[in-house]
């Protein structure tokens, strides 16, 4: 249906005249040029596409404008401030955890969103969290690693 979308998008306002049933994902990429989101299945299943949406990690493939309006997005773009990289964006730098990089702004979003919840997760629920973020490269232990080190140097904001 066409109609007026309102949302906060990485601390700013968007306003779009649109079909309110469009995949967020799309709209992020075409509408807003925000490409770090990334297309992967288009299922909700392999977690490339995971932006933040009032703090906890949603798959924008299977998510609709509808469903955001009146809501706060945050996606990889938002996540660095002045210049500086996100305590988990740096962490994942320092510990190489990112080789092709497709899944990295996903698995990325996933943590924060963990790490809002739980700033001081264990090894073993970030792991629990980070199952349905897929990485063909095989880069877990590393992803693993970057997101324990980005929680103890209180990575939550």
């Not at 990889?76 to 730098?93: K, M, N, P, S």
């Not at 990325?108 to 001081?120: K, T």
Request: charged residues 25%.
């Amino acid at each position: 249906m066409q109609r007026t979308v309102r949302f906060r998008l990485n601390g700013r306002p968007v306003l779009l005249e649109t079909d309110d049933q469009r995949s967020l994902l799309w709209v992020l990429r075409t509408d807003l040029e925000l490409t770090g989101t990334k297309y992967g299945c288009g299922e909700g299943l392999c977690g490339s596409c995971t932006v933040g949406v009032d703090g906890r990690a949603v798959r924008s493939c299977a998510t609709t404008l509808a469903e955001v309006d009146g809501r706060e997005v945050v996606t990889i773009e938002g996540l660095e401030r002045d210049g500086q990289l996100h305590a988990l964006q740096q962490a994942f730098v320092d510990h190489d955890a990112l080789q092709c990089g497709y899944c990295t702004p996903g698995m990325i979003m996933n943590a924060w969103a963990l790490l809002q919840r739980q700033p001081r997760p264990t090894r073993d629920q970030i792991a629990g969290e980070m199952e349905g973020n897929l990485c063909r490269c095989g880069a877990h232990r590393k992803i693993l690693a970057a997101i324990e080190d980005a929680a103890a140097r209180g990575g939550v904001a």
